[in-house]
């Protein structure tokens, strides 16, 4: 329960900042050298009786100076640092002077200058006043008139914050891998004394990793221990450096940009990095992923309570193979089982036929719809769904019209050979009037054809990034990626209806970023409800099921070959927002009836998986099971699976640790009570049929 609202206070006396959030304290101290120096991140105390902290003059080889609040490649320092800068005499490094501070509300700015040279920089930290996540930033400014004769200043590294765990007798880190098709799959390791990169360096957030991280002392659990986190809100390539030292203490890094990329400060100019959030629990895992949710319900997705619609989606049962007379086929049968929203996919412009050619050329293929979308767009409407279109706007297929009037708009160096992949390149959005070309594309598109939702895909990473002959090459690596979202952003507000999911090949584009100007994203090109558990597992450490697309399709499944029953398949789509991917050309009459009774069992629990609280009970392997509870405790839906039986063993009782002890729950199904102590303390039989891939819908309500 929070214990007080947040806010922050600087005693100038002491040089100390303090941040105080509902359930914790954030402190740092100015020192004597003029470096803002991290004191506390942690429960709540009085930082004013900590030591001060120790500067990196203070000895000469023990590693005892306090870490600096955003780590600079200068003095004594020799961890990673968040800032590298070279100026135009060859000097590097930043030596500040403490220019003040501003606490504005809930935000605190700290102004340092370089002693020697034109550069200021601006450590700034925000909190809100019901949550205990701190986001931070960095502005970094050449001050020098741009009519001044000082040369631009070279940005090596610009991090968004560094983050400093108290020492802890051992360390884990918490972290996300994959790859296409396995995106988001937990790992939970002992954390070496070294450095540990987490990275991509591919243009996009990645399937490989993402930008959040939890650290904990190994002992932490779903409901209890201290658990710090952070995440990056960026869409492009990063760099998270975490680095625990031979003493025990754990700090790490972190922004946009992977290494080796570096970037000219123009004079007058500054540089706005994106936001690195972080929050301390002591609520267990569990407890960060319900802080995080919260967060982003509230700070980052642009409609929270708006329910996300049950939708169809026919990339897996035609494929390119889409026209008209199909697609208003599967419209009807998906309204039929509840589906609010049919999105036609790939395959419906250009000369796209396969993935060979056509990207780019952003009109109706004649032959499948002969009088353009709009048809199909009346028909989905009639009814009364939703119409949304796939397009991957920032991509072109060498073989397109768009790519031979414009070959020179790609990502491209006129000495090296163009790598495709998926036969496509990628539009380089930092030329304004790429940009330009690919938002009015998008407006027309939205606006002619009365589209309701876009899906953005992203297929390809980036390659031969960077511009002959640019004085600033490496900048396409930032504004391409703020380019997508000032598009995003711009065709929102044109079109104050149109939702967006995002998507880069599955989940090769998720962070807090692009969920800020998007509704949803697409978890996985793999559907298969058994592999989906995992991957979801993973995906929920940071964001809320609402923003977890999760479609039902066929079985066997298209990617995995595994043949599931319909019903496992909806148990484990309906964990975030379901929706509809098979050919229902081929369900059976029994199968779509199941299907449309599933899509309304749906609809009832929706509130609950969307806007409640999550409490992930067990998983990711063997028996799982995630419960969904009302803010108001009058609601609850928990959903198990299990994927494979061993030794016909019943499984344990679910143990339900959010219920309320005094309380007692009804099951509507059965009308059976239960006593809320009994529920959390030992549990609920999840009553599984027997057999591989069984699954359960359980509801309760409270009844007194
Ligand atoms: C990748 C996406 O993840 C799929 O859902 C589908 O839209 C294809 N691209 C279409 O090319």
Redesign the pocket.
């Known amino acids: 329960m929070p214990s007080a609202p947040s806010a922050i206070t600087f005693d100038a006396t002491l040089g100390l900042a303090v941040l105080r959030t509902p359930n914790s304290v954030y402190a740092l101290r100015i020192g004597a050298d003029g470096s803002p120096r991290h004191v506390h991140w942690g429960p709540v105390l009085d930082p004013r009786g900590l030591p001060h902290p120790h500067s990196p003059a203070d000895s000469s080889f023990e590693d005892e100076a306090a870490a600096d609040e955003l780590g600079v490649q200068s003095g004594a320092r020799f961890g990673p640092a968040g800032l590298q800068v070279r100026f135009p005499d060859g000097t590097s490094g930043a030596q500040w002077r403490f220019l003040g501070h501003r606490v504005d509300g809930g935000e605190l700015r700290l102004r340092l200058a370089d002693r020697g040279y034109p550069l200021t920089a601006e450590l700034c930290y925000r909190v809100h006043p019901d949550s205990d996540v701190i986001e931070r930033w960095t502005e970094l400014t050449h001050t020098a008139a741009p009519g001044d004769d000082f040369g631009p200043i070279t940005v090596h590294r610009l991090d968004s914050a560094s983050w400093t765990a108290p020492p802890l007798p051992d360390a884990r880190l918490s972290h996300l891998v994959g790859g296409w098709s396995s995106e988001f799959q937990l790992h939970r390791d002992r954390l070496p004394v070294a450095e540990t990169v987490l990275t991509s360096r591919r243009g996009l957030t990645g399937h490989h990793a993402s930008p959040w991280l939890a650290l904990d002392d190994g002992t932490a659990t779903e409901e209890r221990g201290d658990v710090w986190s952070t995440a990056l809100a960026w869409s492009g390539s990063w760099r998270i450096t975490v680095h625990r030292d031979p003493v025990g203490r754990t700090t790490w890094t972190g922004g946009f940009g992977h290494e080796g990329l570096s970037w000219s400060l123009r004079p007058g100019e500054t540089l706005r990095t994106p936001v690195f959030a972080g929050l301390h629990t002591p609520d267990g895992f569990g407890g960060a992923s319900r802080a995080w949710h919260h967060h982003v319900r509230t700070r980052v997705l642009p409609e929270p309570d708006r329910d996300r619609p049950v939708l169809y989606n026919s990339?897996e049962a035609t494929g390119f193979d889409v026209d008209q007379e199909g697609q208003c086929r599967l419209a009807g049968l998906a309204a039929g089982l509840g589906a609010e929203l049919f999105v036609l996919?790939?395959g419906w412009f250009g000369a796209r036929t396969g993935d060979h050619a056509g990207l780019g050329d952003w009109t109706p293929r004649p032959e499948a719809f002969p009088d353009g979308l709009r048809p199909l767009a009346d028909h989905v409407h009639g009814l009364g769904m939703a119409f949304g279109l796939?397009v991957e706007p920032e991509m072109v297929n060498a073989d397109s019209d768009l790519y031979r009037a414009h070959p020179d708009w790609v990502l491209h160096s006129p000495t090296r050979d163009a790598t495709e992949l998926r036969h496509q390149l990628v539009l380089d959005l930092s030329r304004p009037e790429v940009e330009d070309a690919v938002r009015t594309t998008l407006d027309r598109l939205v606006g002619e054809n009365a589209v309701d939702w876009l899906?953005w895909?992203a297929?390809r990473p980036f390659t031969e990034a960077g511009r002959a002959g640019h004085p600033d090459p490496d900048r396409v690596w930032i504004d391409h990626t703020r380019a997508v979202h000032r598009i995003m952003d711009r065709l929102r507000a044109d079109h104050p209806g149109l939702r967006i999911e995002a998507?880069a090949?599955?989940g090769g584009r998720v962070d807090l970023a692009v969920l800020a100007r998007t509704d949803q994203a697409?978890t996985s090109?793999n559907t298969d409800p058994v592999d989906r558990i995992a991957i979801q597992h993973g995906f929920g450490q940071l964001l809320p099921a609402q923003s977890m697309a999760a479609w039902v399709t066929d079985s066997p499944n298209g990617l995995t070959g595994r043949a599931t029953p319909l019903r496992f398949r909806f148990h484990v789509a309906m964990a975030g927002a379901l929706g509809l991917g098979g050919d229902l050309t081929r369900w059976r009459p029994e199968e779509l009836a199941e299907a449309a009774r599933l899509v309304a069992e749906y609809k009832r629990i929706r509130p609950l998986v969307q806007h409640g609280l999550q409490h992930r009970l067990t998983g990711p392997d063997g028996l799982t099971a995630v419960h969904y509870a009302a803010a108001d405790d009058s609601e609850h839906a928990v959903l198990v699976w299990r994927p494979t039986t061993r030794f016909g063993h019943r499984p344990a009782p679910l143990r339900l640790p959010a219920l309320h002890a005094a309380a007692r729950y009804r099951d509507p199904e059965t009308g059976r009570v239960y006593d809320g102590a009994l529920l959390r303390h030992c549990g609920l039989d999840p009553d599984l049929p027997p057999g591989d891939y069984a699954s359960r819908l359980i509801r309760l309500h409270r009844a007194g």
């Open positions: 990339w996919d790939d796939w899906k895909d297929n998507c090949g599955g697409w090109d």
